[in-house]
Each structure stands twice: as structure tokens, then as C-alpha cells.
């Protein structure tokens, strides 16, 4: 049983379009949750993070938005680039450091100029 | 920032033989990592925690005895995949987070094993 979804195996945007990746979790305990960025062959770079506490968290043109409720998350870019193009994963984790990171099965972000 | 090495990045060896992979925290003491499997196209799947000192604990459907892992000091943890199949080609990845990190869980740049 996935207990990070990602529903959208890809998404297309026209460059400096917004882009809109979601992610929806089952496991209430879930208190950490984190977008990375892969590239084929390489380990995924974290992008930006928010803790249960909040509902929002914003980092230059990436911003993450909780609905706790709804079990549901969303990463943002505006304006999306070219570059931006890769597998973004959401990722989950409950309690402290010691915890492993539950992750997504990633969504494809192509961005065309 | 938080550096993870991980090495090899890529390995191709034998059916049979047996692979050891390599996680090391560069600037930061880990007492634990973290080891994931990548199947092409799929998710990042947790495949077992790694504590320094004392055993690691093994998710679900991974097979202890195949994937061995040590954690000897706070910053190395190494994965050996024994007598390797070609079904063990995949995508290797280990992460740590560092203690007081107000971001994510910092991960190696991972290991291509490919098993002929």
C-alpha cells in the first residue's frame, strides 16, 4: 500500500507558466514532508521542506502549500524554467531524524521555452 | 552544506560475485542511514535502515542475508549485495540526515549495479 501518491506521472508547462506537482499521503503520523528533484543516474537534490506545524513554506520560486485535512500536498514553481525539467519526488516522514523518508513514485515536469 | 559519497557510482560484475557499496558522511556524524532501490521508472523504495553499532533493520520483502549492511562508524555505512543476479541490477541510493538540518535528508549520488 503507497502511502505517498503521486496520482500524475507527468506534467507539461510552457516556460514561465506555473507549474502545479501534487502529492497526496494515507499515514496520519506523517509530520515532515519534502519535494527532491532527480535526474536520471544521480541521487534526488532536496528542494524545499515543511513540518506538520505549517501550511505553507516558500524558497525563491518554489513554494510548498500543506492541507493537513486533506492528506495533501503541492509544490509550485512560478515562473517554471526550462531547467526545471526533471522527476520530482514528494517525500514523507514520521517522528525524528532517525526516521527514513517515505517517498512518492515521482512526476515528470517537462518545461518548453 | 551536508555531503553524502557514495561509491562506486557505477559497477558491473559478474552473477555470482558479490558488490560492496559505500556511504560516507563527509562533514557530519550519522548514526543512521538509509539505503533505497530504484527500478527504472518507479519510486525510490526504502530497502533497510542502517545504525551504527548494532543491526540494521530490514524492510519488508528485503532479504537480510542478500543485502548485507555495516555500520561500523558515524560515517560509513556500506551495502554488499552477495552472490548477485541480474535481477539485483538497480539503482543504489543512500541518504543520512545530518542532526539540526533544517532541510531534507542529504542522499549519495547513488550506484548503478548492473549484473551480468
Known amino acids: 500500500d503507497q502511502q505517498v501518491k503521486q496520482n500524475s506521472p507527468s506534467l507539461s508547462v510552457q516556460e514561465g507558466r506555473i507549474s502545479i506537482l501534487n502529492c497526496d499521503y494515507t499515514n496520519s503520523m506523517f509530520d515532515y514532508f519534502l519535494w527532491y528533484k532527480k535526474y536520471p543516474a544521480e541521487g534526488p537534490t532536496f528542494l524545499i521542506s515543511i513540518s506538520s506545524i505549517k501550511d505553507k513554506n516558500e524558497d525563491g520560486r518554489f513554494t510548498v502549500f500543506l492541507n493537513k485535512s486533506a492528506k495533501h500536498l503541492s509544490l509550485h514553481i512560478v515562473p517554471s524554467q526550462p531547467g526545471d525539467s526533471a522527476v520530482y519526488f514528494c517525500a514523507a516522514s514520521a517522528g525524528q531524524a532517525g526516521t527514513a523518508l517515505i517517498f512518492g513514485k515521482g512526476t515528470t515536469l517537462s518545461v518548453s521555452s | 552544506g551536508a555531503v553524502v559519497s557514495q561509491h562506486p557510482s557505477r559497477v558491473i560484475c559478474k552473477s555470482g560475485t558479490s558488490v560492496k557499496i559505500e556511504c560516507r558522511s563527509l562533514d557530519f556524524q550519522a548514526t543512521t542511514m538509509f539505503w533505497y532501490r530504484q527500478f527504472p521508472k518507479k519510486s525510490l523504495m526504502l530497502m533497510a535502515t542502517?545504525?551504527?553499532?548494532?543491526?540494521?533493520?530490514?524492510e519488508q520483502g528485503v532479504e537480510k542475508d542478500k543485502f548485507l549492511i555495516n555500520h561500523a562508524s558515524l560515517t560509513l555505512s556500506t551495502l554488499t549485495v552477495t552472490s548477485a543476479h541480474p535481477e539485483d541490477s538497480s539503482f543504489y541510493i543512500c541518504?543520512?540526515?545530518?542532526?539540526?538540518?533544517?532541510?531534507?535528508?542529504?542522499f549519495g549520488s547513488g550506484t548503478r549495479l548492473t549484473v551480468v
Open positions: 542502517s545504525n551504527e553499532g548494532s543491526k540494521a533493520t530490514y
Open positions: 541518504s543520512a540526515r545530518p542532526q539540526g538540518a533544517s532541510g531534507g535528508y542529504t
